[in-house]
């Protein structure tokens, strides 16, 4: 029997002896050097003119040239979004349209390798997490909704359901084409025709996906994809032919799209920011809580809205696990978002990374203890090691605002009541975490919580099936799931 490590050798043997091979994915992503809006089916030019760059954030090395849609690109796509509705996708049977989203669904899966590289390199996140999660479950979304297509007379029973028209989405940056397969895989299938705007910093996989359309012979404007920044996305949420606006994104944008839809009669739902708790008792089996607290704010380096970004642990474990913790993010590997062992890509763009510093140097300033490991970052390109604050209270910043970025920030607690308190003690209320064996404490903690997902014993855990959604400033609606259909619709009769 070998002796088991101390963590004096654990740390000797992780840190010293370590080093793998790089591995880098070798699947072509099939880019193009120039992306046109996707409007009626065809790749078209803007009427601008204008393009813009888009890069890789882990070198910083241009892509493609994206077109700028203006408001004359946008009305162009919501005529084209307004004809398909009336003139052939509000007319089909529901079977017919199911058959579309499974093609979609199916093609999507042919290139699924295409697609991550291709997501990869855009956006920055690690090849493991797109290949084994962003387009898998991309798939899973077209796959699920193409199956209600035909079955909407049992969505609501006793009543009717029908389309709204024309809907506007606009999406961030985090995840990009699971962002835009959880907008318009249940849009189609309720009947509905779409005019997208993707992140201005990952907008290729959308772009793709309209290849994607055409080889599934989607009806020419049953999908429009319009690129461009944030004028682009006003545009797209102002125009008088939408009849609902679905928003993910941060809560300040948000907020502005809510002012702007007041008074008139367009349909809105908002996937808002997030400040999770994840709630660590001292019965949680800690080396599974650990693995989920390092999954749940380190995973696609915490660019993810229902992030665990605080830890609130119970005070009589809070040594043992910051220990933990701190052994733990000694052997993650940050670099190369295409290294197949890497477990911390690039930050998304330079802006992101400078709030995320920006934030951090606040908690440093305000009196949190930081650890953060010895590791390298590459040269170029955007990087933030991991990070995790002790000794934070709920009066620093690091523990109100979203950081969006690998920062952990560990609080303690003595009660269930207090835990409770301080988890909810936010403008927030995404999702949250709890670790502990004993079962009715999970009951009481995820009715108690204000939280739209509670996971217990497990974090970040996505399936299209189960409804998602905020409370609070994280929004409202859901996406996912029967719930998530019905607001794509109306119920009639
Ligand atoms: P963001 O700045 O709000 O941008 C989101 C989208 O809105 C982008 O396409 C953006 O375009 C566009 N936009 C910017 N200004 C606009 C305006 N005035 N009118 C209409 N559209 C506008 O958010 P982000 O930084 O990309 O994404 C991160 C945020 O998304 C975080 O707060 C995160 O929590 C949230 N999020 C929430 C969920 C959820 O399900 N609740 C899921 C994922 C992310 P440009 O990018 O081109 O500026
Ligand atoms: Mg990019």
Redesign the pocket.
């Given at each position: 029997m070998p002796k088991p490590a101390t963590s004096r050798t654990r740390e000797l043997i992780f840190g010293d002896l370590w080093e793998y091979d790089p591995a880098p994915e070798t699947a072509d992503p099939k880019l193009k050097s120039r992306y046109d809006l996707f409007i009626n089916g065809k790749f078209t030019a803007p009427k601008s003119g204008q393009t813009f760059d888009t890069i890789n954030p882990a070198n910083e090395a241009k892509l493609a040239e994206i077109a700028v849609a203006g408001a004359d690109d946008v009305d162009r796509a919501y005529k084209a979004a307004d004809k398909a509705f009336t003139s052939t996708w509000s007319k089909l049977p529901g079977i017919e349209r199911g058959k579309y989203i499974y093609r979609i669904a199916r093609l999507l899966q042919d290139r699924a390798r295409e697609f991550a590289v291709a997501e990869t390199l855009d956006g920055g996140k690690p090849i493991k997490e797109s290949r084994d999660f962003d387009v898998p479950m991309a798939a899973a979304h077209f796959f699920y909704h193409a199956g209600w297509a035909d079955k909407l007379d049992y969505i609501a029973p006793g009543r009717r359901v029908q389309p709204l028209g024309v809907v506007g989405q606009?999406?961030?940056?985090?995840?990009p084409l699971l962002?835009m397969a959880?907008k318009i895989a249940p849009a189609l299938a309720m009947g509905n025709t779409v005019v997208i705007?993707?992140?201005?910093?990952?907008s290729i996989t959308a772009l793709k996906m309209g290849e994607i359309f055409q080889e599934a012979g989607l009806p020419p404007g049953v999908v429009n994809i319009v690129?461009?920044?944030?004028?682009?996305?006003?545009?797209?949420?102002?125009h008088p032919l939408a009849k609902k606006i679905a928003?993910?994104?941060?809560?300040?944008?948000?907020k502005?799209?809510m002012k702007?839809l007041a008074g008139t009669d367009k349909k809105l739902t908002?996937?808002?920011?997030?400040k999770a708790a994840n709630i660590i008792f001292d019965d949680a089996p800690l080396d599974q809580a650990v693995e989920g607290i390092v999954n749940g704010i380190f995973f696609n380096q915490g660019?993810?809205?229902?992030?665990g970004s605080r830890l609130l642990v119970q005070e009589s474990i809070a040594d043992e696990v910051l220990a933990r913790l701190k052994r733990r993010i000694a052997v993650l590997r940050v670099g190369d978002p295409m290294d197949k062992n890497t477990d911390i890509g690039a930050i998304?763009s330079r802006e992101?990374l400078a709030k995320i510093t920006r934030l951090v140097a606040s908690g440093v300033k305000e009196g949190a203890e930081i650890h953060q490991p010895a590791c390298k970052l590459p040269a170029k390109g955007f990087y933030f090691k991991p990070t995790v604050f002790s000794g934070v209270s709920m009066s620093h910043r690091i523990a109100r605002e979203?950081i969006?970025g690998p920062v952990l920030s560990i609080l303690t607690f003595r009660t269930v009541e207090e835990a409770i308190e301080k988890a909810n003690n936010t403008a927030?209320g995404?999702s949250a975490g709890v670790w502990t064996d004993k079962g009715s404490r999970i009951l009481k903690m995820s009715t108690e919580l204000k939280a739209?997902v509670v996971w217990a014993n497990t974090y970040n855990k996505f399936d299209p099936t189960s409804p998602?959604?905020?409370y609070k400033e994280?929004?409202f609606g859901r996406?996912g799931g029967r719930q998530g259909l019905l607001d794509y619709g109306q119920l009639v009769g």
């Open positions: 606009v999406i961030p940056w985090n995840f962002m959880w705007k993707p992140a201005e910093t990952t690129t461009g920044a944030g004028e682009t996305g006003a545009a797209v949420v102002n928003f993910t994104g941060s809560t300040e944008v948000g502005v799209i702007a908002l996937e808002l920011g997030g660019h993810v809205c229902c992030a998304n992101q979203e969006f927030f995404l739209g998602f959604g905020g994280s929004g996406e």
